[in-house]
Every structure is written in structure tokens, then in C-alpha cells.
């Protein structure tokens, strides 16, 4: 079975950081662009960072973008998002998620999903 596995997660302060990871068991990620989607309680998914296979080429949401990084290392089969200034608004899972569509907030265009890790930022 395929599985992605988030880890990094946690509670931290407004404007403090957090680095977020994603892996995989049983496929490799050559080919799939990775987007980071998130939930809040109540919500619906949204993605907020994505980034293709060979160029690195990346996307954000407007309401991350300058505070959020996403980057990969196909070597190690691993992408990261890493988020800096972090707002009260930001609370919520972050799933990582691997398709053949760059730039796609349609969670349904993706192939392989993750269980979620939680984020949570308090003020």
C-alpha cells in the first residue's frame, strides 16, 4: 500500500516557525509533483503550496506566499514545507499529496494522500 507520512507538526506562538516533511513508502516520487493542502475544523481542504517534479518549479496560495517554502530532495524522496511568521489562521492539518497536476488545488486531481499532521498556532 502507498503512504505518504507527514511529520513536523506541532503547537508553536504567532510568528514562531515550524518545518514540516513528507515521505513515502512504496513509490518514489519521480514524476509526481507534491502540493501541501491544509483543514481547519469546519473547512474545506485548501492547498497552499505545491511544486513539480524536475524544475522545482512552485506554487502558492496568496495567503502564504513569502512565508511558506516548499522544497524537495527526489535523492531522498522527501519534500518539505517550511513556514515562517506564522498566524493564528494557519491552525489546522496539513496533508501532503502527490499527483501528475502542478499547481492544482483540486484535491481530488491527486493520486497519493498522507494521514495529516496538525499544526497549531496560538496567540
Known amino acids: 500500500e502507498v503512504q505518504l507520512v507527514e511529520s513536523g507538526g506541532g503547537l508553536v506562538q504567532a510568528g514562531g516557525s515550524l518545518r514540516l516533511s513528507c515521505g513515502a513508502s512504496?513509490?518514489?516520487?519521480?514524476?509526481?509533483?507534491i502540493a501541501w493542502f491544509r483543514q481547519a475544523p469546519g473547512k474545506e481542504r485548501e492547498g497552499v503550496a505545491s511544486?513539480?517534479?524536475?524544475?522545482?518549479?512552485?506554487y502558492y496560495k496568496d495567503s502564504v506566499k513569502g512565508r511558506f517554502t516548499i522544497s524537495r530532495d527526489n535523492a531522498k524522496n522527501t519534500v518539505w514545507l517550511q513556514m515562517n511568521s506564522l498566524k493564528p489562521e494557519d491552525t489546522a492539518v496539513y496533508y501532503c499529496?502527490?499527483?501528475?497536476?502542478?499547481?492544482?488545488?483540486?484535491?481530488?486531481?491527486?493520486?497519493?494522500w498522507g494521514q495529516g499532521t496538525q499544526v497549531t498556532v496560538s496567540s
Open positions: 499529496a502527490a499527483g501528475a497536476v502542478l499547481g492544482s488545488w483540486y484535491p481530488e486531481e491527486y493520486d497519493y
Open positions: 512504496r513509490i518514489t516520487f519521480d514524476g509526481y509533483a
Open positions: 511544486i513539480s517534479y524536475s524544475d522545482g518549479y512552485r
